[in-house]
Nanobody, 123 residues
Framework: QVHLVESGGGLVQPGGSLRLSCEASGRDYAMGWFRQAPGKEREFVARITWYSGTALYADSVRGRFTISRDNAEKRVDLQMNSLKPEDPARYFC???????????????????WGQGTQVTVSS
């Protein structure tokens, strides 16, 4: 069992920035961030592999969001810049073990989930 705790959510104006963090009790192959807005499906945002640091982003956030990891601290951060009105959601981090051929961009690729942290973008 891996426990994940997200932090860093809050209220920000359009164009502003927030940094989300996810602390994990264990470390396996990859960590991802997903988000879910009211009435919508949970969608992939970004992911990173623990050992190589290889990152993958959703088209909607590429160039604005940056995912990073601290192996020693077992922490994954999501730096969100130039936030837009379509970015508000509850953001979840997720933890994955190795799965052959997986891109780690789908919910089913992940084994453990945090409780989420709320991001609100409003002027």
């Amino acid at each position: 069992q891996v426990h994940l705790v997200e932090s860093g959510g809050g209220l920000v104006q359009p164009g502003g920035s927030l940094r989300l963090s996810c602390e994990a009790s264990g470390r396996d192959y990859a960590m991802g961030w997903f988000r879910q807005a009211p009435g919508k499906e949970r969608e992939f945002v970004a992911r990173i592999t623990w050992y190589s640091g290889t990152a993958l982003y959703a088209d909607s956030v590429r160039g604005r969001f940056t995912i990073s990891r601290d192996n020693a601290e077992k922490r994954v951060d999501l730096q969100m810049n130039s936030l837009k009105p379509e970015d508000p959601a509850r953001y979840f981090c997720a933890h994955a073990g190795y799965k052959p051929a997986a891109l780690y961009a789908a919910r089913d690729d992940y084994d453990y989930w945090g409780q989420g942290t709320q991001v609100t973008v409003s002027s």
